[in-house]
């Protein structure tokens, strides 16, 4: 896959299917436009691209109203190419882009600059200055300018419409199962591993704790049974998300116990999937009553969860 990461380029591009959208999590709506996309360039044997953003384009519009967004831009893109599309073009959303009239973001950057053939969009998409092109919009245009336009209608699941803002709404309450329902695979962050306050050293039950950008979604406080990737292996874990109420002046951390390892792992990325919500945050009186229900925590998932 080429990714493409600015419009001001010399670029002749081939005849291209092109998908839009700003595909926060890449769920089961989104996978649905980028298999149409793939599906129509292979008839038409054509290249086919996804037009997305690294910014959310609500980030600049209305800074206040943006989002936490569903995972990073390395993690959009990993998943991009695994979904075997040839081009991706990723700018950032600026000021110019917003204020452009839909005519011209259709004709300067799509027609002329991307050679765009067929388009593909959701039913509710929106793009051009203050949101005024429409699917319909396309359609018209596609008229003008010699292209086709396929408009994908809601997938839903039990009468619930796929969306970014419902899945980011079930993490943040905890349903992570029900989120990879939506997914179509479990909700992940990826992050370093970094020290924290060596609690677990101290307890005998150590823990590799991760940075995580700001702007990504977190479940909601609680232990979670996890499985944690590291250099291309997978552990079962289990994953503690909050600020330990236990202790004082406990930062938000997102802290793995992986079973059956005892290695040194400062420094490396590991990716935690969230599988279930075990238990609700809780503040101990002691060290011990933590230890304590830490390590009922670890039988119950050994004994209910693992497979």
């Known amino acids: 896959m080429k990714i493409i990461e600015t419009l001001y380029n010399d670029l002749e591009f081939p005849p291209t299917v092109i998908t839009l959208g700003y595909f926060d999590g890449i769920h089961l709506g989104h996978q649905c436009l980028i298999d149409t996309t793939k599906k129509v360039a292979a008839k038409k044997s054509i290249k086919s691209a996804v037009f997305t953003f690294k910014t959310h384009p609500l980030s600049?519009?209305?800074?206040?109203?943006?989002?936490?967004?569903?995972f990073s831009n390395d993690k959009k893109i990993e998943i991009v190419e695994s979904l075997g599309i040839d081009y991706m073009i990723y700018p950032d959303f600026t000021l110019d882009i917003m204020n452009e009239k839909p005519e011209e973001f259709?004709?300067?950057?799509?027609?002329?600059?991307?050679?765009?053939?067929?388009i593909v969009v959701g039913f509710n998409y929106k793009f051009g200055y203050k949101g005024m092109g429409t699917p319909n919009t396309l359609i018209e245009l596609g008229k003008k300018y010699n292209f086709e336009v396929t408009i994908i209608q809601p997938?839903?699941?039990?009468?619930?419409?796929?969306?970014s803002t419902f899945i980011r709404n079930l993490i943040e309450n905890g349903e992570v199962e029900l989120a990879k329902s939506y997914l179509g695979r479990p909700?992940?962050?990826?992050?370093?591993?970094?020290?924290?306050k060596g609690l677990g050293k101290k307890i005998s039950i150590p823990t590799a704790n991760i940075a995580v950008e700001d702007t990504i979604v977190i479940p909601s406080y609680g232990v979670y049974y996890t499985k944690v990737s590291l250099q291309h292996h997978q552990f079962d874990a289990i994953t503690n998300v909050g600020n330990n109420p236990t202790f004082s002046n406990h930062p938000v951390a997102i802290e793995s116990y992986l079973f059956n390892f005892n290695k040194e792992i400062y420094g490396e990325k590991i990716e935690v999937f969230f599988l279930k919500k075990v238990r609700s945050e809780m503040k101990f009186n002691s060290i011990e009553e933590l230890v304590s229900q830490m390590k009922k925590d670890m039988k119950f998932v050994k004994?209910?969860?693992?497979?």
């Open 187 to 196: 909700y992940s962050i990826t992050g370093t591993v970094i020290p924290g």
């Open 106 to 118: 259709v004709k300067n950057i799509l027609v002329d600059k991307f050679n765009a053939r067929h």
């Open 60 to 70: 600049i519009i209305s800074p206040e109203k943006a989002p936490k967004l569903l």
């Open 155 to 163: 997938i839903k699941i039990n009468d619930q419409t796929v969306s």
């Open 303 to 307: 004994e209910f969860l693992i497979s």
